[in-house]
Structures are given as structure tokens and as C-alpha cells.
């Protein structure tokens, strides 16, 4: 399953350990938080401008008007907040599928959830001219459903292993954004508007996008934490979920619903932004344990704060230009895979 | 298709003769496969027909007849410019870059043991447009450095993933998970760079992303051509050890083939033919995947069918060319978004196939 317990011949296990020794899990929500708020501050200060700590704080707190009052207020105060929702959404919604699959190597991203999603926005743009955000964000999530639907169908829903999952999602991103290129190509004229959708950055995102999503973002992740516990049964099998009372098949279409939510609107804010969900877990994992009560509010507080560097390395890098943190999270992301795959703790591997 | 075999002289009249599927000429004998024949020979004349068919379709529209007297050298006033500078070096270039990473697919395929593990997928294909950009963007290259340069990528990618995959020996799924994540980190350096770029050379660069066959002139059918040259004689003359690989590194073994050392001469061969295809006509996806698995249904041959994958290649690129002409209009979009779309689908295909085997 998620841990691999062959040994090779002639080794003997060791004795477990009378009971691992973790740090405290509230004191690492503190640190979360602490993290987050670093996180934060790092996003309001650092940028093609540098901007003195005291000036951030005087720009949220004290406007007086000055260009860098203007730069925090407009351009970094909502691209921090944006950062910080759609962190959360994907960090929880990764920690949510890597559950539910019972695969360490799941990703929103690597399993064409937010390729949907996309591909689903990009149809509404240009096909059917819609132009309201509430548009989007229905296209999004009929979308981002469809495809997780699609990825688990072929991945095999009971006899999936990290492979076949693995490849499925590489099938379904192939179609998916190679329609999403190609409607690009086609009508250069809306270039600019549909450029975002095949690569995900929180670059000039409206705040509108962002309070309009909240509600479903909201939604997703209480229905995400509400569905810990049967989740937490769930990975022990099916038959122990059964035998503990949970109903496996709501447990699966309840946890499908909520990653559609939260991805899909993640995706129709900001595009789809990969690997988030893929490396927060692994992270949150080495603290918590696979124990999804914890797992997954430890998933929904570390992962803004990644997001959030990621987007400051993308803005700092290429001054005065920037990279999409889409790209920067893939970059992170595909060594941290590269590092899982050769640890030989995946499963038939 | 064919392995060539030297038999004793026998005290036999030279005999040229058809029988249970060998050609024998008293020294030589040839083991022949005749639906396999049929089916490269029918691939071949329909490739031919869609070569003239693409020619004879763009802007200024020539019907077949007038295409092949073009080609004599008779055809209509102005088309000579047209069919010989613009079109046929376009398709020649698809038929070239289709027919070298269908023989690259169905050598990756052997290897891997798995329908999956073809050059796209495991990264090969992004690592050579990655090695382009730096040429074109870094580097300041022309037309030839830009095709080193992708060469060299290729080669380098493969090389990381194979070290990256080894554990032992490299076994299947580890180098296509492997390659996922290469192709990951691979497309994130593709796409820093492409924006680094100046206007001047996005346009260039942009024609790296995708697998494109716009502006490809006689310079890139030399290119492919010199690619192929190089690597397919290679290939076929090594294609008893592949044959052989297949039936088990053990097996291979006791029957004379090394097996590291030929697998490992066998990729570079593939990653040469990849890589060159990439310098041609930049990466275009799922070709080298859903080529060689075609071949074998309609052949319904055992064992890698390395030239009937080369030519169900060149025949998907330039359908996918014609394609891409007819439907869109123009001749602008990059047909690696047609295959990228259509192997997506097709990838999807064969995973549920193997799922419902599994089920059964």
C-alpha cells in the first residue's frame, strides 16, 4: 500500500520502536501559523521592489498615500490573499487524493484534475463567449470533475496502483492541454486573456475572482475536514472501512465533490498551478502521521505559505520580470517525485 | 521484419523460391512475413498519397494530377516554387521525422517491455526542445547549433533518466515514472527559458514547444535525413538482439546477446533517432507511443516490428498534417497539438484496454 515491507532476503526487521516520538501536534500548528504569517510578509515586501518591513506594516495599517502604500495595497495585499486561499484549496486537496487513492504520488495536477478545469474555462471563453466569473467557475468545476472522474476510471477504480494512476493522469493532461494550446493558437486575437490557463500564476489576478470562488473554497474544505475521519478508515482497506460502519462509496463520491471544488475553483482563479499537492503531504506526513484528522489542517495551514515562496522566487529570480509560479512548483515538484520513485517505497515499483 | 541469415552452401540447385514464409537463394535465406511485407508496402503507397495530397493543399490549392506533373517538372505556371521550395520539403520533413520516431518508439517499447515506455513519455522529447532553447537563447544559435543543441539534450536527458532509473539494471515502470518527473522539471526549465526570451526570439523559440512542420525547409530534411542515415542501419542490423532482449535478459544471454551492453547501444540508437527528429520538427507528442502499437495490431506480428512502426509513423504525421491543413484552415497550427490531443486519447485507450484484460 502506501509503504512498501519487503525486505530483501537475509535482512530481519528491526524491532519497532516502542511508540515514535513526535513533536507535539498542536505546537506544530502554532509553527504553521508562524510560517504562514513569515510567508506572508515575505510576499508584501519582496518583489522587483524591495520594500522596508516598517513601510508594509504602514502601507496595511496607516495608508499615507506613498508609492509603496500604493504597490502593497493594490498589488501585493491581494496577491498574498489570493496566494493564501488557493494555496490551502490545492495543499488540502492533494492531501485528500493522496487518502483517498491510497497513492503517495497523487497531485491535483499530475492527475489532470486542473487540466480539466482549464480545458473547461478555455471551452467557455472561446466557444461559448461567456465572460462572467461565475461562468468560469461553474465551467471549472464540471470540468475539473469530469476529469477526475475520467483519471480514476482508467487509472482502474479498485485495481488502481501509482502507475496506472500515474499514466492516466499523463493521458488525460496530454488531451486537456493540448486542446487548451491549441484553442490558443487558433484565436491569437484573445491570446492574452486565455494565456493564463495553460500555465497557473497568481500574476495579475482579480480579487473579484477570488471572493466570488470563496464560497465554494469554503465549502470544499469543511466537507474536506468533515470527511477525516471516514477517510482515515478508508485507508485501512475497504473491508475495515466497512466493518468500522463507514459507507465506502459516500466516503469516495463526497471526497471526489471536494476535491472538484477545491481544485475547480482554484483552477478558474488562478490556472492550474501543479505539485502543490504532491509535496505538502509528503512534508506534513514526517509530523503527523498518515492520521488524516491531523494530516489534512496541517495540509490546509503549510501549504499557502509554500505557494507564497514559490511565487516570490518567481518574482525575484527575473527581475523585473517574472516566472509563473506554476513553473516553480513544477521545477520543486518533479525533483521531489524524481526523489520519491527512486526510494523504492512506492509500491510495485 | 527480416533477419538475415547465412546458410552453408548445400549441394542444391540455386532455387528462388516462396515457401512457409522464407525467400531462399541457396546461400542466403531470408525469413519473410508476407502480411507484414503487404502491410509496409501498403503503408507505403498510402504515405505517398497523403504526401501528394498535403502538397497539393494550402492557400493555392492543386489538385493530385497537377502535383505529380510538378514533381515531372510539367506542372502549372508558379506551382514549381510552390510544390518544390514550400510544400515538398515540408513533407518530406513530416514523412522523415514520423518514420524516425516510429522506429525510436518501437525500439523503446522493446526495450521497456511495455507499450508505455516510449521517448515522449519518458522525457526525451522535452529534453531535447530544453537543449534547443538554451541553444537559441542562450547560445545565440543559428539553424545548425539549434539542432546540436537538441541533440545534445536529448542525449543528456536520457542519460539523467537512465542513471536516475538504474537500480540494478533498469526495469519498466521505474524509468517511466522516472521520466514523469524529468518531463515535469524539464517543462518548468523550458518555460523560464522561453520567457526569458526577446521578441525576436520568441517566435523562434516558440516553434521548440510544440512540434511544429511551419517554416521547415530542405535544411531540416538534412537534417532528419543525416539523423536517419546515421541510426537506422544501426538499428536494423541489431534488430535480431532486440528480438532476442525480448525473450528475457537470461534467455538473451545464454543465446549470445549481452544484454546490458546491447540495451544500452539500442537506446542510444533510439535516443539518436528521437533527438533528431526533435531537431527537425521539434518534439511532437505520443508519435513514438501510439506508432509502433498500431503496427502491431494491423501487422499482428510478434516481436518489435521496427520497420512496419517506422513507416505507421510517417504515415500518422502526415495524416496529421493534412489534418491539421484541412480543418483549421491554415497551416499555422503546430501539428504537435493534433497528436498531443489524438495520443492523449489514444494513451487513454490502451489504459482501459489493459484494465478490462486485467478484469478479466
Redesign the interface.
Known amino acids: 500500500m502506501l509503504t512498501g515491507t519487503r525486505l530483501p532476503p537475509g535482512e530481519t526487521a528491526a524491532p519497532p520502536a516502542a511508540g515514535r516520538s513526535r513533536p507535539p501536534r498542536l505546537a506544530g500548528l502554532l509553527l504553521g501559523v508562524l510560517l504562514l504569517v513569515v510567508a506572508a510578509l515575505l510576499s508584501l515586501a519582496v518583489g522587483a521592489e524591495r520594500i522596508p518591513l516598517g513601510d508594509v506594516w504602514s502601507g496595511l495599517f496607516a495608508p499615507s498615500g506613498s508609492r509603496f502604500d500604493n504597490i502593497v495595497r493594490e498589488l501585493r495585499l491581494p496577491r498574498t490573499l489570493i496566494g493564501i486561499a488557493i494555496g490551502a484549496a490545492l495543499g488540502l486537496a492533494g492531501g485528500v487524493m493522496q487518502v483517498l487513492t491510497r497513492n503517495p504520488?497523487a497531485d491535483p495536477g499530475?492527475l489532470g484534475v486542473n487540466a480539466g478545469a482549464s480545458a473547461a474555462v478555455v471551452t467557455a471563453i472561446s466557444v461559448f463567449g461567456i465572460t462572467s466569473f461565475t461562468g468560469y467557475l461553474w465551467f471549472a468545476l464540471v470540468g475539473a470533475a469530469v476529469a477526475a472522474v475520467?483519471v480514476h476510471?482508467?487509472?482502474?477504480t479498485r485495481?488502481a496502483t501509482p502507475?496506472?494512476l500515474?499514466?492516466?493522469g499523463?493521458?488525460?493532461?496530454?488531451?486537456?492541454?493540448?486542446?487548451v494550446?491549441?484553442l490558443q493558437?487558433?484565436d491569437v486575437s484573445t491570446l492574452d486573456s486565455m494565456r493564463y490557463w495553460a500555465?497557473g500564476t497568481l500574476e495579475k489576478r482579480d480579487p473579484q475572482l477570488l471572493l466570488t470562488a470563496l464560497p465554494l473554497l469554503v465549502a470544499g474544505t469543511l466537507l474536506a475536514f468533515a470527511l477525516a475521519r471516514p477517510l482515515g478508515a478508508l485507508a485501512l482497506g475497504e473491508d475495515h472501512a466497512r466493518a468500522l460502519g463507514s459507507s465506502v462509496r459516500r466516503t469516495r463520491i463526497l471526497s471526489v465533490t471536494a476535491i472538484t471544488l477545491l481544485c475547480g475553483s482554484a483552477t478558474a482563479v488562478c490556472g492550474p498551478i501543479?505539485?502543490i499537492g504532491l509535496m505538502i503531504p509528503h512534508a506534513v506526513r514526517a509530523f503527523t502521521g498518515p492520521d488524516p484528522r491531523w494530516m489534512l489542517p496541517y495540509c490546509t495551514l503549510f501549504a499557502p505559505g509554500l505557494l507564497l515562496v514559490a511565487d516570490v522566487i518567481g518574482r525575484i529570480v527575473?527581475a523585473p520580470?517574472?516566472?509563473?509560479a506554476?513553473?516553480?512548483t513544477?521545477?520543486l515538484?518533479?525533483?521531489l517525485?524524481?526523489h520519491l520513485?527512486?526510494r523504492?517505497k512506492?509500491a510495485?515499483? | 521484419m527480416t533477419l538475415l541469415e547465412e546458410k552453408t552452401r548445400r549441394n542444391e540447385p540455386a532455387r528462388f523460391a516462396l515457401r512457409d514464409g522464407r525467400l531462399r537463394t541457396g546461400r542466403y535465406s531470408l525469413r519473410v512475413k508476407p502480411r507484414t511485407v503487404a502491410v509496409c508496402l501498403a503503408l507505403i503507397v498510402l504515405t505517398a498519397v497523403l504526401v501528394v495530397l498535403c502538397v497539393g493543399t494550402g492557400t493555392y490549392e492543386l489538385s493530385p494530377l497537377e502535383v505529380l506533373r510538378t514533381f515531372a517538372g510539367n506542372g502549372p505556371a508558379g506551382a514549381g516554387f510552390i510544390v518544390l521550395d514550400l510544400r515538398l520539403p515540408r513533407a518530406l520533413v513530416a514523412v522523415l521525422v514520423g518514420f524516425a520516431s516510429g522506429m525510436a518508439g518501437a525500439v523503446f517499447q522493446s526495450l521497456t517491455r511495455n507499450p508505455l515506455g516510449s521517448p515522449d513519455i519518458i522525457g526525451f522529447g522535452n529534453g531535447a526542445s530544453a537543449g534547443a532553447l538554451v541553444a537559441i537563447i542562450i547560445l545565440n544559435a543559428g539553424a545548425p547549433q539549434t539542432a546540436l543543441g537538441a541533440l545534445l539534450g536529448g542525449f543528456a536527458t536520457a542519460a539523467a533518466v537512465y542513471l536516475l532509473a538504474w537500480r540494478r539494471g533498469v526495469h519498466g515502470y521505474r524509468l517511466i515514472l522516472v521520466g514523469l518527473g524529468v518531463s515535469a522539471v524539464l517543462g518548468s526549465a523550458t518555460g523560464f527559458l522561453y520567457i526569458r526570451a526577446d521578441i525576436g526570439k520568441a517566435a523562434q523559440a516558440a516553434s521548440w514547444m510544440f512540434g511544429s512542420l511551419n517554416d521547415r525547409g530542405w535544411h531540416e530534411v538534412w537534417i532528419a535525413a543525416l539523423g536517419l542515415l546515421v541510426c537506422v542501419p544501426f538499428v536494423l542490423l541489431h534488430g535480431r538482439r532486440l528480438t532476442m532482449l525480448e525473450m528475457g535478459d537470461d534467455t538473451a544471454g545464454a543465446l549470445g546477446v549481452p544484454p546490458e551492453r546491447s540495451r544500452l547501444l539500442l537506446l542510444c540508437a533510439g535516443t539518436g533517432l528521437t533527438a533528431m527528429a526533435v531537431a527537425a520538427a521539434g518534439p511532437i507528442p505520443f508519435l513514438a507511443m501510439a506508432a509502433p502499437q498500431l503496427a502491431r495490431r494491423i501487422t499482428r506480428a510478434p516481436g518489435p516490428n521496427v520497420l512496419p512502426a517506422a513507416w505507421t509513423g510517417a504515415l500518422l504525421v502526415t495524416a496529421a498534417d493534412l489534418l491539421t491543413q484541412r480543418v483549421t484552415g491554415s497551416a499555422l497550427m503546430p501539428v504537435g497539438v493534433v497528436t498531443g490531443v489524438g495520443g492523449g486519447l489514444f494513451l487513454a485507450w490502451l489504459l482501459l484496454r489493459e484494465r478490462k484484460a486485467q478484469h478479466v
Open positions: 504520488l499530475l475520467a476510471a482508467l487509472g482502474g485495481s502507475v496506472r500515474a499514466l492516466a499523463t493521458a488525460v493532461n496530454a488531451a486537456l492541454f493540448g486542446y494550446n491549441g493558437l487558433r500555465v501543479g505539485f527575473v520580470s517574472e516566472i509563473q506554476d513553473l516553480v513544477s521545477f515538484g518533479g525533483l517525485f524524481i520513485v527512486r523504492r512506492v510495485q515499483l
